[in-house]
């Protein structure tokens, strides 16, 4: 049980030491950092290897950006042995759409009620 | 004489009044209580960060000029800038002020080059009352500069926090018992091909460096003879750098070398390397060295504004920052 928290933990951390440090030694931007792990995560899925990356790790795995990646892959082959080519299309969003939608909903409900500030 | 972007005002212009105004975070600033006005919202109740910039700047010109009994209609000249694509905040408020204007950008070091703008005007016989500043407005530039605030990216510790304040100095000609401008130096552009704008201080301390030697030799003055030399927006980083480029041209560093982006708002690590803008050298010069010189606790200073001549787009086509920097001598003689 303590176990799972502790490689949650650690695989989480290092996914995101991975993120600290194309922002502060490679110097990316926010938005590039982001869309490399989540391609990393994607590409990793292709390769089966992002699933058991998430047995072994839980949390730690399901939660950094790179498991939208996994999920993108993940929706897009579950379609495409269903329905072939036209499967990639469609299963892309099966599994993110949950995410995505919730994004635009609470999105769009911040900025009808909130107007935004300075940081402090 | 002129002679190589060095300037000698031989009627001594004077710097009669200044305007300084401030947004709400501003309070924390060290110099919080020289400004003249500092508004409690940050958006000074207007409907945009955009017009807020504006209303600070014709505040402060109004503030400045009403302490000389004038009114907007009797100034001669408005010089103004700020960071603004097109610098539509210094338009707005030209267009409310309806001073004859002219817009102008040095990036962070405007409030210098305004001054020196003036003080030539002053130093022709053409104007009785110059006003010459600058303004940024935190919000406006840093979604123009860096990312929009609402993003909350993170940033390093070598970033600097754009002020939200406005500066203005009345320019006239020679008046006893005010600061009176006795010579300048319009700096060369000085790019060491620095890309990073979350580390401006040190793309911006070589321009300092330079002109600061620069003036020394020119004009054949002394680091001693000044009580204070003061830096724009270098940063404490930057600040840092430039002590050490100074010292490399054989200046000797003194307690007398300040920086008014290392001390606008303390030491508060928030503020990572400390303060930038337009509003930042403007407000700092036109509160807290022209009230000391007025107290009499300094007699001679120089000014050295700095600023990173970077746009949105030169910085997305991963282009090197020019930098630049115009220094200003004052004296209470």
């Known amino acids: 049980m303590i176990s799972i928290f502790i490689t ?4 989480g951390g290092l996914i995101c030491v ?3 440090l194309l922002f502060d030694v490679a110097k990316l931007t926010p938005a590039h950092t982001l869309c490399i792990l989540v391609v990393a995560g994607s590409i990793l899925d292709g390769f089966g290897l992002y699933e058991p990356l998430i047995d072994f790790a839980g949390a730690g795995a399901t939660v950094p950006i790179t498991s939208f990646g996994n999920s993108l892959t993940h929706g897009a082959m579950a379609e495409a042995e269903k329905h072939g080519l036209i499967g990639v299309l469609t299963g892309m969003f099966e599994v993110t759409s949950s995410g995505i939608s919730a994004a635009i909903l ?6 009808v009620f909130f107007k935004p500030k300075g940081k402090i | 004489m002129v002679r190589k972007g060095l300037l000698t005002f031989k009627t001594m212009p004077s710097i009669a009044t200044t305007g300084v105004t401030a947004g709400p975070l501003e309070k924390q600033s060290p110099f919080s209580d020289q400004f003249d006005k500092i508004y409690d919202d940050e958006r000074c109740d207007t409907k945009t960060n955009e017009h807020a910039h504006a209303k600070m700047m014709e505040d402060a010109c109004m503030i400045a000029l009403s302490k000389v009994d004038a009114n907007p209609s009797d100034a001669d000249y408005l010089l103004i800038g700020d960071l603004v694509n097109q610098m539509t905040p210094s338009n707005f408020s030209a267009t409310t002020l309806a001073i004859p204007y002219i817009g102008m950008f040095s990036a962070c070091a405007t409030s210098i080059s305004t001054t020196i703008m003036a003080a030539l005007l002053t130093e022709m016989g053409m104007s009785k009352y110059a006003v010459a500043g600058a303004s940024s407005q935190h919000n406006a530039v840093e979604r123009q500069f860096r990312y929009p605030i609402e993003y909350g990216a993170q940033k390093p510790e070598t970033a600097q926090w ?12 020679q008046k006893k018992g005010t600061p ?3 010579c300048a130096t319009i700096g060369t552009a000085v790019d060491l091909g620095m890309t990073d704008p979350l580390n401006m201080g040190a793309a911006m301390a070589p321009a300092a460096a330079d002109t600061l030697y620069r003036h020394l030799k020119g ?3 002394k680091e001693s003879d000044y009580d204070c030399i003061m830096t724009g927006d270098l940063g404490k980083s930057g600040f840092e750098i430039y002590k050490k480029l100074a010292g490399n041209k054989g200046i000797q560093i003194t307690e007398n070398f300040r920086d008014a982006g290392a001390e606008f708002y303390g030491d508060d690590p928030l503020f990572l390397a400390g303060a930038s803008g337009a509003g930042c050298s403007a407000s700092v010069y036109f509160s807290e060295v022209i009230g000391k010189m007025m107290k009499g606790e300094y007699q001679r200073v120089l000014l050295i504004a700095t600023g990173a001549l970077l746009s949105p787009l030169s910085f997305q086509q991963k282009d090197t920052i020019p930098c630049i920097a115009h220094a200003v001598e004052l004296t209470m003689k």
């Open chain 1, 18 to 20: 991975i993120g600290q």
């Open chain 2, 162 to 173: 754009t002020v939200t304040a406005a500066g203005v100095a009345v320019v006239t000609p």
């Open chain 1, 106 to 111: 609470f999105g769009f409900i911040a900025s």
């Open chain 1, 8 to 11: 949650a933990f650690i695989v």
């Open chain 2, 219 to 221: 004009h054949q003055t």
């Open chain 2, 180 to 182: 009176s401008i006795t």
